[in-house]
Nanobody
Framework: QVTVVESGGGLVQAGGSLRLSCAAS????????MAWFRRASGQYRDFVAA????????YYQPSVKGRFTISRDNANNTMYLEMNSLKPDDTAVYYC?????????????????WGQGTQVTVSS
């Protein structure tokens, strides 16, 4: 019942910055946990960052902590991922995930609504 669409991917040089957006629509519940996952070539989707339904709690994969910042605008159900100091290892398809819940998950199987992904490529 919740549709999510990512945008903002592109090609950026190492050390640069990029901002991803995820727009959620549908559903009437206010308690929607959201997260970012990414899939590098030949890999399964890995957790990147998550944010609680009210934006008061955030979670990060250690490799991106301090470089990436997750946030949300609860007024329009939009989530953002500000990526700074990008590295070639950050190259992947980034996916937005959502679940109606007061809790917040960091596992792929916990989420039940997914976007189709946006490509982020970081060149050296």
């Amino acid at each position: 019942q919740v549709t999510v669409v990512e945008s903002g991917g592109g090609l950026v040089q190492a050390g640069g910055s990029l901002r991803l957006s995820c727009a959620a629509s549908g559903g009437t519940s206010g308690n929607i946990a959201m997260a970012w996952f990414r899939r590098a070539s030949g890999q399964y989707r890995d957790f990147v960052a998550a944010i609680s339904w009210d934006g008061r709690k955030t979670y990060y994969q250690p490799s991106v902590k301090g470089r990436f910042t997750i946030s949300r605008d609860n007024a329009n159900n939009t989530m953002y991922l500000e990526m700074n100091s990008l590295k070639p290892d950050d190259t992947a398809v980034y996916y937005c995930a959502a679940k109606i819940n007061y809790a917040t998950g960091t596992s792929e199987t916990w989420y039940d609504h997914w976007g189709q992904g946006t490509q982020v490529t970081v060149s050296s």
